[in-house]
């Protein structure tokens, strides 16, 4: 079971289809940005899991409501508004020119009139979505298999944030960087973010650093890693905080990423996944709270269990 619920996803085998893949979540995800208030951390622009892919949940458009869902097992994007009316496109191999002329073209033919920034963010060569013919690859097996993980990644990421009593970021899904997170504040104010992440401004970069983090998440692999991994980091980042014990067995401190890793193919391959990805989402929660002297009696509790309300301690 752990294979069909943690397939394969060897980085190299999809690599094209990834980089589409995140292109295009790029472009749907800037129109959910031009149109929705902007929120603490840029938490307005994130996507979400669904039982079939991707949503950016309901976006205002004036007093109309837009949502736009990738879905990964028919493979299509489906357009809708609260009218009634929908429309689809097709997720098949086409470059990120002819989705985002066809997806523009959807929200044409849905009224809607919707201008974005136009080009990718946190990427090194930055392509105008719409004279991007360079990224056309779409496999559709290995981006259902992305899916799959993420929704199990979803599951235990949430279940960890219910152990955490301080101010905690959903579960949400990054465009920008392509990666499943979950975000836990200590409630204290952050020196200055240094920025100088490609193609997003410095303002967008410390605004989401604003105060002290300890950030966890998955994502499938690129940068300085080629593999997909689960990753954990502190902002700022405690002197001491990369000589922590972390677990389990075959997490360790990337020096090039700057933050502790668990390749995904250890969990694939564990006795018990689930157990894995929570010791380290805790080791390494631990190690950044306790080298930063976070308040953890006044942060945290246990984790929660269906149906059953948090005990309150009597004042």
């Not at 990753?231 to 360790?252: C, D, I, K, L, W």
């Amino acid at each position: 079971m752990n294979h069909e619920s943690w397939p394969e996803l060897p980085y190299a085998a999809w690599q094209d289809t990834c980089t589409t893949l995140h292109l295009w979540t790029q472009v749907v995800g800037q129109i959910r940005v031009a149109q929705t208030p902007w929120l603490c951390h840029s938490w307005h622009t994130t996507l979400h899991l669904t039982a079939r892919g991707l949503t950016t949940t309901p976006i205002p458009c004036g007093e109309r409501t837009l949502q736009i869902d990738f879905d990964f097992i028919d493979h299509a994007l489906r357009i809708v508004v609260d009218s009634g009316a929908s429309r689809s496109v097709k997720l098949v191999p086409q470059s990120v020119a002819a989705f985002h002329a066809a997806l523009f073209a959807a929200l044409g033919g849905l009224g809607l009139d919707i201008t974005i920034h136009g080009r990718p963010n946190e990427v090194v060569d930055a392509i105008p979505f719409r004279e991007d013919t360079l990224h056309a690859s779409y496999d559709a097996e290995y981006a259902q298999r992305f899916w799959r993980i993420l929704l199990q990644v979803d599951r235990i990421l949430k279940r960890f944030r219910t152990s955490f009593l301080g101010k905690s970021s959903p579960v949400h899904f990054f465009w920008g960087s392509f990666d499943l997170a979950v975000t836990r504040f200590s409630g204290r104010l952050a020196p200055l973010h240094p920025g100088g992440i490609p193609n997003l401004p410095d303002e967008v970069t410390r605004e989401a650093y604003s105060h002290e983090v300890s950030s966890a998440g998955f994502w499938p692999g690129g940068g300085p890693v080629d593999y997909a991994a689960f990753y954990s980091y502190a902002y700022p980042t405690p002197e001491t905080f990369r000589n922590q014990p972390v677990r389990p067995e075959g997490a360790f401190f990337h020096e090039g990423a700057g933050e502790f890793l668990l390749p995904y193919d250890v969990v694939r391959n564990a006795d018990d996944p689930d157990r894995a990805v929570q010791d380290f989402l805790q080791s390494t929660y631990v190690a950044a709270a306790n080298t930063a002297a976070w308040d953890r009696t006044a942060l945290e509790c246990g984790i929660g269990v269906p149906r059953v309300p948090r005990p309150v301690p009597p004042a």
